[in-house]
């Protein structure tokens, strides 16, 4: 057998074994979130806490980014129909020039939403970190979830194995040309998911704790 015919041979066995991981994670997350997702707010049981979950507000530097916006209607409507009592926006605050937990406070305000019932968690870089800290900074360990479908099923599967119970309120999704790369992406972070649990991660901060009333 040839070199390059080998070389061939392994590349098609790592491509193989990359798509059956990816395909187990995603089937075993998909399966963790059944029946906890919703998407009528009458039917959602009420929850202390809302967990929304940050993103950017613009697309690709100056385009309205509507993942971002259909999260902030998701959360706005738990809070007006008294779904959950207080709501924690976790985002990304690394550089000073970006701060996703305070500009989703920012505009749910402009919307009317009353801004003592929200709570910022600066140190949520990535889902993982935001549901750790759900737990750990805010002594919640029962939630619901705000964010789209596809995020709200990789954030239910943490907070199963960080012992949250947790429920997901499925924000509007957007067309598949806009969020494709957002859906290929999601495919290697649900792999990451396993890795992270697999090598004991921990959230980039901690920190003092915050209290929220009852």
């Known amino acids: 057998m040839s070199a390059k015919k080998k070389i061939l041979i392994s590349l098609t066995v790592i491509g193989l074994v990359v798509l059956l991981v990816t395909y187990v994670c995603n089937c075993i997350i998909v399966n ?33 980014n509507p993942f971002y916006w259909n999260r902030l209607e998701a959360a706005g409507v738990l809070l007006q129909h008294r779904k959950i009592k207080y ?3 976790s985002g990304d605050n690394s550089r000073k020039d970006y701060n996703e937990p305070e500009s989703m406070r920012e505009d749910l305000i402009r919307m009317g939403l009353d801004s003592t ?15 750790v800290r759900l737990k750990e900074i805010f002594g919640q360990d029962s ?3 705000i964010s789209q479908q596809f995020h709200n099923e990789r954030a239910i599967y943490i907070a199963s ?6 429920i997901g309120f499925n924000a ?8 494709l790369r957002t859906q290929l992406r999601e495919k290697m972070a649900r ?4 890795i992270d649990f697999l090598f004991g991660e921990k959230p980039k901060f901690l920190g003092d704790k915050i209290v929220i009333p009852s």
Not at 172 to 179: A, I
Not at 191 to 194: A, L, P, R
């Open 32 to 64: 963790t979130a059944k029946g906890k997702l919703y998407t009528n707010v009458q039917l959602i049981p009420r929850n202390k806490v809302g967990l929304l979950l940050g993103t950017s507000k613009y697309a690709f530097g100056t385009r309205n």
């Open 87 to 89: 709501l924690v926006i």
């Open 117 to 131: 019932v929200i709570y910022l968690d600066y140190a949520g870089f990535r889902t993982f970190d935001s549901v």
């Open 143 to 145: 939630v619901t979830i």
């Open 161 to 166: 194995k960080e012992g949250i119970n947790a």
């Open 172 to 179: 509007e999704d957007v067309g598949f040309r806009t969020g």
């Open 191 to 194: 792999v990451k998911v396993f």
